[in-house]
């Protein structure tokens, strides 16, 4: 069979067609989703600033009386209970006291009202606790303590620690 010749510029568009990509198909695709997720946890925190009574002197005649902050900070819709504990002299709810160091004890009691009728503590021994429900600010409370009048002690620096507990 006797080879045919092809024209050089019929060469060149048939070179040049086959460098040319095809023409592009349409574009698949495939989806999927994910979820976000998060807990939220139930949390309380807690703050307190010391009660001071100051100088306190026995002859006044009249009781002593001073009030401090409890802020608790609580999620939004969680309840909570705030306690105070009997001290670290005499861990004793109903009886507290401070103390110089040197066995000589000044009685005070803590309060939830500042008319002092209801003594603040664990919930034993006719006190009560406090209860509240979180919202996500810092929500105020107030102990109020009371030094009764005529505790005739030696003259000296007085004190106690209380421990707060938030059960939530």
Same mark, same amino acid.
């Given at each position: 069979?006797?080879?045919?010749?092809?024209?050089?510029?019929?060469?060149?568009?048939?070179? #040049? #067609?086959?460098?040319?990509?095809?023409?592009?198909?349409?574009? %698949?695709?495939? =989806?999927?989703?994910?979820?976000?997720?998060?807990?939220?946890?139930?949390?309380?925190?807690?703050?307190?600033?010391? #009660?001071?009574?100051? &100088? *306190? =002197?026995?002859?006044?005649?009249?009781?002593?009386?001073?009030?401090?902050?409890?802020?608790?900070?609580?999620? &939004?819709?969680?309840?909570?209970?705030?306690?105070?504990?009997?001290?670290?002299?005499?861990?004793? +709810?109903?009886?507290?006291?401070?103390?110089?160091? &040197?066995?000589? &004890?000044? %009685?005070?009691?803590? *309060?939830?009202?500042?008319?002092?009728?209801?003594?603040?503590?664990?919930?034993?021994?006719?006190?009560?606790? +406090?209860?509240?429900?979180?919202?996500?600010?810092?929500?105020?409370? =107030? +102990?109020?303590?009371?030094?009764?009048?005529?505790? *005739? +002690?030696?003259?000296?620096? *007085?004190?106690?620690?209380?421990?707060?507990?938030?059960?939530?």
């Amino acid at each position: 069979m006797p080879l045919r010749r092809i024209s050089f510029s019929r060469c060149c568009l048939i070179a #040049l #067609l086959s460098l040319c990509p095809a023409a592009p198909s349409a574009a %698949s695709q495939i =989806t999927t989703t994910f979820q976000v997720k998060a807990t939220v946890l139930a949390s309380c925190q807690v703050s307190a600033a010391d #009660l001071d009574f100051g &100088n *306190y =002197t026995p002859t006044a005649g009249s009781d002593s009386a001073a009030n401090t902050p409890i802020d608790v900070t609580c999620t &939004n819709g969680t309840a909570y209970t705030v306690a105070l504990d009997g001290g670290s002299v005499m861990h004793d +709810v109903s009886a507290r006291a401070m103390s110089d160091g &040197n066995s000589h &004890n000044l %009685s005070y009691g803590l *309060y939830t009202t500042a008319g002092f009728t209801t003594a603040w503590g664990d919930g034993t021994a006719s006190t009560a606790t +406090v209860s509240g429900t979180g919202n996500g600010a810092a929500q105020a409370l =107030t +102990v109020y303590g009371r030094l009764p009048a005529s505790q *005739y +002690v030696p003259a000296a620096s *007085y004190a106690d620690q209380i421990t707060v507990t938030v059960t939530y």
